[in-house]
């Protein structure tokens, strides 16, 4: 998971093209915009953690780095 490449979707991104690109991937074909990542997974976690992300501040009014940090404990929790 790379911090800039989660950020530059949030900055660039609506949330409805993030869950448009979230498909593609899923459905094996390439997003209408790049989407960085060394492989399919790590494209779509970035994608996933922008959706989150981007959710956050548009509902809850928060920042993007109180958003990360809240997206980054789900994981971790998730992960123990």
Do not use: C, W
């Amino acid at each position: 998971m790379k911090i800039p490449a989660i950020k530059k979707l949030v900055e660039n991104h609506s949330v409805q093209e993030l869950m448009e690109a979230e498909e593609a991937l899923v459905e094996e074909k390439e997003p209408a915009f790049e989407v960085e990542g060394a492989d399919e997974g790590e494209k779509l976690t970035h994608v996933f953690a922008a959706i989150f992300i981007h959710e956050k501040m548009d509902k809850e009014g928060k920042d993007f780095k109180s958003s990360l940090r809240e997206y980054t404990s789900k994981v971790r929790t998730s992960i123990s």
